[in-house]
């Protein structure tokens, strides 16, 4: 295992996967827009079976285990918290199961599934070709590859945002190799094109997909801003720059992300621009 790959593990299993357990319906609401217009470019039939791939507490592997009906679908994820919360919200359903396994090298049987599928979990491989290459073999002749993953965080607004407003107050944040695993490791659509056809996938697409994420809501403007700005300092590239920051700039860097969120309140919501790709892919044919 790589230190790499022993950070995310390690991460999944503590202070993500715990804050993803505590904000799940935050983290559904943000996101939603995104799992299901994958889910509409995958376009699940009745009766299939499906592995979802970091399936985080569940929400999108309900989502198509309504969609196959009597089928099944296998949610796989490599953090213990959020498996144990998925495994609390399917109580005694019986076309969705979840599986505590790295999916890079979970032990699946090959040729059995009809669709891959992901929201925002495919991005944290260390050995993504790797990964991708063992992925395949679950997936039957023919099985299709659906998965959504950000773009490039400078075409994030919601990162971009915040992180412009801190300029200047921590020292400048060096940016991670465009290969190593993370949100925004799938950015360039390049790279990940090689990836799956290193896998051995055909006919890869890529499709820009856009959506407002409603960062802060509130009864007020004022109370939507800090919201957004209490979800901002617990979770994502923001709170990552400032964990190790004094107090002090903590502070200022609150203010400035406070008014640069003001640009974006209207009706009670902080509103910003989230933009992902929608990725398909096919098995060959035998
Ligand atoms: C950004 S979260 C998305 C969770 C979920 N798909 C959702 O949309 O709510 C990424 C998920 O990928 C999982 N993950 C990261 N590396 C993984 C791996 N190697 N195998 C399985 N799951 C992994 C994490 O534990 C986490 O639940």
Redesign the pocket.
């Known amino acids: 295992m790589t230190v790499q790959h022993q950070q ?1 593990v390690k991460d ?1 299993n503590g202070e ?2 715990e804050r ?1 357990v505590v904000h799940q319906l935050w ?2 609401q943000m ?1 939603g827009a995104f ?1 299901a217009a994958a889910i509409d470019a995958a376009q699940p039939a009745v009766g299939e079976t499906i592995l ?6 569940g ?2 592997s309900f989502a198509l285990a309504e969609r196959v009906a009597e089928g099944h679908v296998t949610g ?4 213990a918290q ?1 498996i144990e919360r998925a495994k609390e919200r399917a109580g005694d359903q019986s076309n969705v199961r979840f599986l505590l ?4 090298n ?1 032990d699946v049987p090959p040729a059995q599934f009809d669709l891959l599928y ?4 495919v991005m ?2 260390d050995d993504a070709a790797g ?1 991708f290459t063992h992925l395949r073999r679950a997936l039957k002749p023919s099985g299709r590859l659906a998965f959504i993953c950000w773009r490039g965080a400078n075409e994030n607004d919601w990162v971009r945002l915040p992180m412009k407003a801190i300029k200047g107050l921590i020292p400048p944040v060096v940016p991670l190799p465009a290969d190593a695993p993370g ?1 925004f490791s799938f950015g360039d659509k390049g790279r990940v094109q090689k990836i799956l056809e290193d896998a051995g996938f055909v006919d890869v697409t890529f499709t820009p997909f856009d959506h407002d994420i409603i960062y802060g809501r509130g009864e007020t403007n004022e109370a939507a801003i800090e919201d957004a700005l209490a979800m901002a300092f617990e979770l994502g590239p923001l709170s990552r720059a400032l964990a190790s920051e004094s107090e002090e700039v903590r502070e200022r860097a609150c203010d400035a992300v406070r008014a640069a969120y003001a640009q974006q309140v209207q009706d009670g919501r902080v509103t910003i621009n989230g933009a992902a790709w929608i990725v398909t892919a096919l098995n060959p044919a035998d």
């Open positions: 995310q999944w993500s996967g993803w983290l559904d996101l799992g979802d791939i970091g399936c985080g507490a929400t999108t796989v994820d490599i953090s959020l396994a790295d999916a890079s979970a992901s929201r925002f979990g944290f491989f990964a949100p």
